[in-house]
Nanobody
Framework: EAQLVESGGGLVQAGDSLRLSCAAS????????IAWFRQAPGKQREVVSY????????NYVDFVKGRFTISSDNAQNTVYLQMNNLKSSDAAVYYCTGGIVSTVDATWFDTWGPGKQVTVSS
């Protein structure tokens, strides 16, 4: 059973930083990409960033480039999302999941936990 458990989140002021963690188990961690998604009220769930250790690649949505950094600790089967200079528009519930990324598309596990709320105050 593939399992990914998010931790972190909370309430911060705009401009502050926060780190989310995603602990994975039940699958071969190094064989899959790990992605962070987020969903704000009234919006669809959207991918924020992913890391594909097998290919040595990272990817970020345009709105977080230069502010967010995704990294992995393969020994701990954990992926982190370091979020710097947080904005009000970053407020959402953040989720992690695994999947397979190719040069033409990405397929993510259809398994979602409760996620972690990130709230940003102005």
């Amino acid at each position: 059973e593939a399992q990914l458990v998010e931790s972190g989140g909370g309430l911060v002021q705009a401009g502050d930083s926060l780190r989310l963690s995603c602990a994975a188990s039940g699958f071969t961690f190094a064989d899959y990409a790990i992605a962070w998604f987020r969903q704000a009220p009234g919006k669809q769930r959207e991918v924020v960033s992913y890391i594909n250790n097998k290919a040595g690649e990272t990817n970020y949505v345009d709105f977080v480039k230069g502010r967010f950094t995704i990294s992995s600790d393969n020994a701990q089967n954990t992926v982190y999302l370091q979020m710097n200079n947080l904005k009000s528009s970053d407020a959402a519930v953040y989720y992690c999941t695994g999947g397979i990324v190719s040069t033409v598309d990405a397929t993510w596990f259809d398994t979602w936990g409760p996620g972690k709320q990130v709230t940003v105050s102005s």
